[in-house]
């Protein structure tokens, strides 16, 4: 199983971390992964939260390319319906020359109803958006100049470069947490990142069969579990970190109401203030892991820092995940 870390660079204003020292601390982090034997950094996208939420993957993925030689370097995700395709594809060639060759390109849809209306998309749209960008993204990595005529979107012999070293381009994973963008990942993605459980992984490699590929499935599940040698002092010094993480998330998802389930999600975050226990006993994490490779996982990330504790505050549990997790899983 493929291993990974994500970062969001979240920096709630209390944190009493200023950001240039959050970046920097960040970084290290990262290169410290990469010693540890990681396979995946992951980066994430959003815009206009109060903590800086990292808005800018590609710019962070550079730096990334920079500061590393080995990691592949993704974006769990890039939010396409908010993004010119053809920069994206520009700014992604540039990652992969950067990295030689190391970057995987997350898209997703979106769903945080303040990022449509800033940037003035239809969200409605949001899926057309998406399957245009990505031919789109492809066409444009492609040998010389392209064409194409779509929905949103029309070019006329456009030759879009440098291309990529990836040949024909990096890999295209999706994000999905339902059945439609789940089918979309199989059919035109080369991966899924799925938030959800078992049903969406059968769902997923049931899609890909179907589309007669021969390439293999490969799906990127997210671990909450973070190992610890002492979970109860852990939860007690750091959960409350990581419940801000994920009552957040409950409000954006509720809010947007995508989901029969993000309604309960909103309701269920009004009781704010809770601590979560993410912590558990390296055994509990690789049967956790085995569990969903059973099912169908091929990758997993954990969020690799905690908003609002410094980057450091978390490698402990990356240390001692990459001295009894690893070897176990692999």
């Not at 954990?302 to 402990?316: M, N, Q, R, S, V």
């Amino acid at each position: 199983m493929e291993l990974g870390v994500l970062y969001d660079l979240r920096n709630p204003p209390d944190s009493g971390i200023d950001n240039a020292t959050l970046y920097r601390q960040t970084l290290e982090h990262i290169e410290h992964m990469e010693e540890l034997g990681f396979d995946t950094v992951w980066l994430t996208e959003h815009h206009f939260i109060e903590d800086g939420y990292l808005p800018s993957v590609l710019t962070m993925a550079a730096a990334v390319a920079a500061r590393t030689g080995r990691v592949t370097i993704g974006t769990a995700v890039l939010l396409l319906p908010l993004h010119d395709p053809v920069r994206v594809a520009e700014d992604a060639a540039v990652v992969d020359l950067l990295s030689n060759g190391r970057l995987r390109l997350g898209l997703g849809l979106g769903y945080k109803l303040e990022e449509f209306e800033a940037f003035g998309v239809d969200r409605r749209h949001r899926a057309t958006l998406l399957e245009e960008g990505v031919a789109i993204i492809r066409a444009a990595w492609g040998d010389g100049p392209f064409t194409f005529h779509g929905r949103h979107r029309s070019y006329e012999q456009l030759d879009v470069t440098p291309k990529p070293v990836q040949r024909p381009g990096p890999q295209i994973w999706l994000a999905g947490r339902a059945p439609k963008p789940v089918e979309r990942a199989a059919r035109i993605g080369d991966g899924l990142i799925v938030v959800g459980g078992p049903d969406l992984y059968r769902e997923y490699h049931e899609a890909h069969r179907r589309t007669g590929r021969t390439d293999p499935p490969r799906l990127c599940i997210f671990a909450f579990t973070y190992p610890s040698d002492d979970p109860e002092r852990d939860a007690a010094a750091l959960g409350r970190f990581a419940a801000y993480r994920m009552e957040r998330y409950a409000q954006w998802y509720g809010t947007a109401g995508d989901l029969e389930s993000d309604r309960a999600m909103l309701q269920a975050a009004s009781g704010a203030g809770a601590v979560l226990n993410p912590f558990g006993t390296p055994q509990q994490v690789i049967d956790e892991l085995k569990a969903a490779e059973q099912a169908g996982a091929t990758a997993a990330l954990w969020f690799a820092t905690l908003p609002g504790a410094t980057p450091a505050a978390t490698i402990p549990m990356f240390e001692l995940l990459a001295r009894e997790v690893m070897p176990a899983v692999r």
